[in-house]
């Protein structure tokens, strides 16, 4: 079983839409949760993290985390073809030192 | 604003050839770190270093070498390309203890024939 896992998609969603990208985990011991955007041929680029429970909110995006059920999700709210990506999920924690764990990646396609 | 440069956006490489990859960053960062990315398997960590001349395997380090002489640099090494290497690779650095924000490059698609 894989410590993070995330489902590939492709999800396509109209414009203006409502998005929830979602990861499960398996170690408890996660304390750091990222999201990480990448563009096609790019690198990926750093959206939000949260440090152990709760949201947190950055213009259309939202960052949650609900370490009871071992489940965290980004939201963007009002859709753009321009948040057309891939979505990386990433934790770490205490045992891992300086090191990310990364869950597969979601697709997001954004239709105007 | 945090840049972290690699030297190729595109490699193409003969299975056998020895490949180094570069990969530049201009904040002072202690960690360097580098992946390799393929579809449906996210990111893997290969190697890492948290200071110069130090070096840590990651997840899957067979087949690669790295180098960190200086601070700002971090070369992985390809000792014998094979096939099975043909990969995105991607570079990030992060300051030390800061595990939330690794800042990546650009990435180097290498193809091994």
């Known amino acids: 079983q894989k410590e993070v896992e995330q489902d590939p998609g492709p999800l396509s969603v109209p414009e203006g839409a409502i998005v929830s990208l979602n990861c499960t985990y398996s170690?408890?011991?996660?304390?750091?949760f990222m999201w990480y955007r990448q563009y096609s041929r790019k690198g990926p680029e750093l959206l939000m993290y949260?440090?152990?429970?709760g949201n947190k909110e950055d213009g259309r995006f939202t960052a949650q985390v609900d370490k009871s059920s071992k489940y965290i999700s980004l939201f963007i709210r009002d859709s753009q073809p321009s948040d057309s990506a891939t979505y990386l999920c990433a934790m770490s924690g205490p045992e891992y030192g300086n090191k990310l764990v990364f869950g597969a990646g979601t697709i997001l396609r954004v239709k105007s | 604003d945090v840049k972290v440069t690699q030297s190729s956006r595109y490699l193409v490489k003969r299975t056998g050839e020895k490949v180094f990859l570069e990969c530049v960053q201009d904040?002072?960062?202690?960690?360097m770190f580098w992946y390799r990315q393929d579809p449906g398997l996210g990111l893997r960590l290969i190697y890492f270093?948290?200071?110069?001349?130090?070096?840590e395997k990651g997840d899957i380090p067979e087949g690669y070498s790295v180098s960190r002489e200086k601070k700002e640099r971090f070369s992985l090494i390809l000792e014998s390309a094979s096939t099975n290497q043909t990969s995105m690779y991607l570079c990030?650095?992060?300051?030390?203890?800061?595990?939330?924000?690794?800042?990546f490059g650009p990435g180097t698609r290498l193809l091994v024939l």
């Open positions: 270093s948290y200071d110069v001349k130090m070096k």
């Open positions: 990030a650095s992060t300051e030390g203890g800061r595990v939330e924000t690794q800042y």
């Open positions: 170690n408890s011991a996660f304390q750091y």
């Open positions: 904040m002072d960062h202690e960690n």
């Open positions: 949260t440090y152990s429970s």
